[in-house]
Each structure stands twice: as structure tokens, then as C-alpha cells.
């Protein structure tokens, strides 16, 4: 809704669907999430940077910059061997600017888990696994989201988890 009731939540829009909705000084926004999982297990970065820190991938809230940080810290352009670079990478709907959702953005994504799995189905929705978010934790350590509690914690970097990428429309 106009004032961000979340009547759109679940809506097929931008290439994804609709896990959260806002008015921003006057502007209908929403956080779009990706249709599928990108990937059932990556690492969050490339092996080299995953015991230092990105120090410009700490916002629990914008994970555009996160990401943008992630991929910079590797000195080359954003690839599918992990988290970061394959979210920035996702196409879907012919967009392309997508990232990985920062905590913050994750949690909107866990919030909305329900009604995005009745929609997608159990295939494609939200598994009741972790995902990735672009908040790093600190050097080594990065945040996620365990959609079948709703809980965030902090894991390696160097572990895998899934993959799903998100985009503002």
C-alpha cells in the first residue's frame, strides 16, 4: 500500500518478488528478492579475503554498498565462485543490479518467508536453511540468516551457505 501496509508482499514484480514495501518521501519502494536460491552452498568471498576484513562491508543495511565492498576488496570483477560476485552477476528479469542483501535486508526477506513460499512454492521459496548476508562480522567472520528459526549469527567465511539475491524496484 501506499503507506507501506505490504499489500504487494509476495507480488511477482522487477524480476523477483516482493518481500517488503515502503513509502520513501512520497515514493513507493520495494525490496525485491530473487525467484530462486543462486546457489545451494558458496563461500562468501574469494579464499584469499576470507580471514581480512573488507572493512567497507559492515553496514547492517546497505547491502548494495556491502557488496560493492566485497567485490572491490578482491581486485578483480565480480565472479560466480562466490556469494558476493554471483548475486551481483544475477540477471533475473533482465536487471542488473542486483546484490547480496545486508542483515537487515535478509531479516525483511526471513519476514516475508510465508507468504513468498506459498507463492514460489517449497522449490524456489525460502529453505529452511542459511543464507548469506554482505555484513561482515569482522576478519574472517560474516553475518547470516537461519530461515527455519529467524535467527542471525555469525559463521566463516569460508563455509557455505545459500545464496539469494535481492534489488530495490
Known sequence: GT?????????????????????????????????????????????????????SSASPSNGVS?????ITQTTAPADVTYAAGL????????FTDWYLP???ELALCYNSAAIVNKVLG????FILSSYWSSTEYE??????????????GSR???????????RYY
Do not use: C, M
Open 139 to 152: 576478519a574472517g567472520w560474516n553475518y547470516v540468516r537461519v530461515v527455519s528459526s529467524g535467527q542471525e
Open 66 to 70: 556491502n557488496t560493492n565492498g566485497i
Open 3 to 55: 503507506s507501506g501496509g505490504g499489500g504487494n508482499i509476495g507480488k511477482l514484480l522487477g524480476g523477483g518478488i516482493v518481500v517488503a514495501e515502503w513509502n520513501e518521501s512520497g515514493v513507493a519502494k520495494a525490496l525485491v528478492a530473487s525467484l530462486t536460491d543462486l546457489s545451494v552452498g558458496l563461500q562468501w568471498s574469494l579464499p584469499a579475503y576470507q580471514t581480512t576484513s573488507t572493512f
Open 156 to 166: 566463516l567465511k569460508n563455509e557455505t551457505h545459500k545464496v539469494r539475491s535481492v
Open 122 to 125: 517449497d522449490v524456489n521459496g
Open 87 to 94: 548475486a551481483r552477476l544475477h540477471n533475473g528479469g533482465g
Open 102 to 104: 545486508a542483515i537487515f
